[in-house]
Every structure is written in C-alpha cells, then in structure tokens.
C-alpha cells in the first residue's frame, strides 16, 4: 500500500516505488528491494526507521493485547474517553473509528505497519489526543507495530489461540509477553499465571490477588455493580453488561483512562455506565427466551461465558473454524459438555476444510451424545436452539463463535450470515 505523510510517498509494495515514492522494507518484504531499485527507486527505508519521517508526539496511543477481550476493553476506553470530551480514534477488529464516526469498515486487527502510521496520522489530521489500538500476536511477531511509542500497554489475558500460526503454546505465549519486555507504561491482569512483563512502570489490576486496582466485590442484579479499591480508596461503577470477565475487560479500561488522563476515578467510573458493550460481545439478543451472542471461539473464552451462567440451564450453538488450530476443537465439545444442557453443534467459517469433519472432531470431546444435537446448516442450527429455548423458561441460549460477524466463509468466499439476524427471524 501507499501513503503519504507530510507530502511524502512512501509503499511497501515495490511496483508502486519509483524516484518519488520510497520503499519500506521488512522481514516480510526485503527480497523485493532489488525490484524497487529496478523501477527507480532511491531511497530505500528499512520499516524501523520510519518513524524518523512522522511525528506522532502530540497523540498518546494506548494498545491493548490478549487472546479475549481486546475489542470490548478497546473500545469501553474509546468510549469513556469520548464521553470525557476528549478526541479519540479506534483501530482493530470492528474497524477504523474517529470521533465516534466509522470512517472504515472491519479489518485485521491490527493492520500492517504502513496502514498503522497511516490510520496515526489520519487521526492526527483530525485533532483526536488519543489513539486506541487492538494489538494481535500476529501483529506483535510480525513487527507491524515496529516505529509505535505507546502510552500505555494493556494485558487482557492470555489462552489458547492462533496455533495454525504461533504452532505451539509455548511460541504464542512468548510472542504475547515480549509486548511487554520494555520500560514504557503497561497495565497487566495480574490474575493471570501467565503473563510475565518488566516490572518497571508496570500497574496492575484484579478480581483475586493483590493489585493496583482491585476489586473488592461485585454482584449481577440487573447488569453488574462493582466496588475497587485503588491505593486504598474505593470506588465503584455499575453497567447494564454481565459477566465476570467483562468486570476485567471494564475494569482494564477504567484503569487505562486513569493512568493516561488527569481525570478521576469518580469521573472515569461515571462515564462507565454510558458505555452498554460491543455487539456481537456478550449481546443480549432478545430477553424472552433469554439469547445471547457472543464471539467466543476458545475453550477458555466459553468457559468465561458459560461461567457466567451457573444458574441457568445452558443451551449453546457453536462450531469451529477450517484450517485453524484442529487441536483446540474436542477441547471447545469438552467445555460445552462440561457446561450445557444441550448442545448443538454446526458450522463456524468451514473454509477449506470438510464441515461434518470438524464436527466430528469437536464431537470427540463430548462423551454424552444424549443431549446433543448435529445440524450443520448454521441457520437451522440457530432456529432449532431458539425451539428449544422456548420451552425452557430457566433457560439460557448462547451463540458462540462469530459475534457480529457479518459472514459466513466457505472456501475463500463470503456468504451473509449473521447471527443476530437469523435469530430476529424466529423469536
């Protein structure tokens, strides 16, 4: 791609380099630099030194990492920080947001380095003071952040995920630590066993162990009611959204926007309650029979979900991607079985890969075949989870895997699906 910043040209993509347009060069794309040079280029620019050409000084940017809860954590600080008055653009999964306007639809997660300083300045352009940035392992090893001086960085958590690309745990762990190995400002769940960091300028938060911001008790009556403690004083902050992991994902924000602002908890914890989610992010669908859509699609991201409704009988939909981590699909039928009351398992974006195959490898985890149901047309799947929910008024159905996708992806094509629409045709 090709951008301009401060009138001058710069691409990673050597047909585009030319004596006006410098190439920007990396790991991914070095073996091209004899082809710029080919078609007149001059100025060759290895991709850790562009950001000698910008100045991104007058814009504090804030990246948030970690296998769940990146896009709610991102975009509650996005929200809280508009709500504070303050000018803020948001990068990641949902989009490219400025000022609460969408100016680009759904992306990578965190786009490729060019893409990066290009969304930078764009926001720049138009005044905002902060820049909020999801951060993908992907992004993180393949240096499409490399140039970027955050503010503060933020851990969600970290879990099983990407292993069709990381290959091991191990690997994806380190990947998503080594984020953390500087000196600059971090901000780290310190209920997770997992993340290690540099210490120096490190604050954390919790629900369990001691921490810089941690909770002291909570309760779900009509959405949630949290009260924590930050050196010593408390404060609180109520939101129409459930679940325990989203007091970490609304607590990892509230923290962010204290430890890069001069505002005070009281204010920032005020502002909370303006903000009702994400959707596609634990979104309440339709309240009789109680449906709910989420994007879980990790053993560890159900588990958060269906813990969050201990007291309900489970009705869960999900499946598996094609040509991704096969490994973790029995461990996702493990974790339903574990939890629901029935299940109904069917097809998530299939890709390449056989559809009834990756049911039967998600099968392999289900012992108890009694309360499970096959149907690998996602749509009637969603239909049939809908009947049987309305005939259970302690229940609760969930609908894992794509949140608010707008997609379904056979092969490399894209068919309109999505989740939400398919239950409003049936409630």
Not at 96 to 124: G, M
């Amino acid at each position: 791609m090709q951008i301009i910043i401060n009138n001058k040209k710069f691409t990673d993509n050597s047909k585009e380099a030319n004596n006006e347009v410098s190439f920007v060069y990396s790991l991914q794309n070095e073996k091209f630099c004899e082809d710029a040079k080919a078609n007149g280029c001059t100025q060759l620019i290895p991709s850790y030194k562009l950001k000698e050409y910008v100045d991104f000084s007058s814009i504090k940017i804030i990246g948030i990492t970690g296998t769940n809860g990146k896009t709610t954590t991102s975009a509650a600080i996005y929200s809280i920080l508009l709500d504070l008055g303050y000018k803020v653009a948001l990068q990641g999964t949902r989009g490219f947001f400025i000022n609460d306007k969408r100016v680009e639809e759904y992306t990578l997660t965190t786009p490729v380095q060019l893409s990066n300083f290009a969304h930078i300045q764009k926001a720049i352009d138009e005044g905002c003071e902060f820049f909020v940035m999801e951060v993908s392992s992907h992004a993180i090893e393949q240096k499409r952040i490399e140039g970027l001086e955050f503010e503060l960085k933020v851990h969600t958590n970290i879990t099983r995920d990407h292993l069709d690309y990381h290959k091991t745990i191990e690997e994806y762990i380190n990947v998503k630590n080594s984020f953390f190995n500087d000196e600059s400002k971090k901000l780290l769940n310190k209920d997770d066993k997992i993340v290690k960091f540099n210490t120096k300028n490190a604050y954390t938060y919790s629900l369990d162990n001691p921490s810089t911001y941690k909770v002291g008790a909570y309760s779900f009556k009509n959405g949630m009611h949290v009260m924590f403690s930050n050196i010593e004083k408390m404060h609180s902050f109520s939101s129409s959204m459930m679940g325990i992991f989203n007091i970490y994902n609304l607590l990892a924000a509230i923290a962010s926007v204290h430890l890069t602002t001069n505002n005070s908890l009281d204010e920032i914890c005020e502002a909370v309650e303006n903000f009702a989610g994400v959707s596609g992010r634990m979104e309440i669908v339709c309240t009789n029979p109680l449906i709910i859509i989420d994007f879980a699609h990790t053993p560890d991201g159900m588990k958060e979900v269906y813990e969050s409704f201990n007291h309900k009988d489970i009705i869960t939909v999900f499946g598996a991607g094609g040509n991704r981590d096969k490994e973790k699909r029995p461990l996702m039928g493990q974790m339903a079985a574990k939890y629901a009351k029935h299940i109904i398992v069917t097809s998530d974006n299939p890709r390449f890969e056989d559809p009834d195959l990756i049911i039967e490898d998600i099968c392999q985890g289900i012992p108890n075949k009694n309360n499970l149901t096959i149907e690998v047309n996602r749509k009637e799947a969603i239909k049939k989870s809908i009947e049987l929910a309305k005939e259970n008024e302690n229940s609760v159905l969930l609908i894992l895997g794509k949140g608010d996708e707008p997609y379904q992806i056979i092969y490399d094509k894209k068919f309109p699906l999505v989740d939400k629409d398919e239950v409003l045709k049936h409630i």
